[in-house]
Nanobody
Framework: VQLQASGGGLVQAGGSLRLSCAASGRAFRNYHMGWFRQAAGKEREFVAAVTLSSESTNYADSVKGRFTISRDNAKNTVYLQMNSLKPEDTAVYYC????????????WGQGTQVTVSS
């Protein structure tokens, strides 16, 4: 599956952004989807995940209550709605795909930069 992330940009603290990740290739509905981020000088970290048909979602503690992950299997797209953004949310955000029977994310988008100014 090929992934294309978009929607990043520069926003002031307290603002909102919505990231999108469009998938092409193999059946999107067979992949759990996740968002990760990597700040400058830091390792990539988990942000949020959603299961095949949105049965459940999971969030990092740092974004709970502020970010919402969702997916539209008809559009082969996963979203990350980010509200109440903080400067510490500044990072390159990546979408990832994990096949239904897999244990790790094996497919990645190219990343989209999110910068939150104070």
């Amino acid at each position: 599956v090929q992934l294309q992330a978009s929607g990043g940009g520069l926003v002031q603290a307290g603002g909102s952004l919505r990231l999108s990740c469009a998938a092409s290739g193999r059946a999107f509905r067979n992949y759990h989807m996740g968002w990760f981020r990597q700040a400058a000088g830091k390792e990539r970290e988990f942000v949020a995940a959603v299961t095949l048909s949105s049965e459940s979602t999971n969030y990092a503690d740092s974004v709970k209550g502020r970010f919402t992950i969702s997916r539209d299997n008809a559009k082969n797209t996963v979203y990350l709605q980010m509200n109440s953004l903080k400067p510490e949310d500044t990072a390159v955000y990546y979408c990832g795909a994990r096949y239904v029977g897999g244990t790790s994310y094996n497919y990645w988008g190219q990343g989209t930069q999110v910068t939150v100014s104070s």
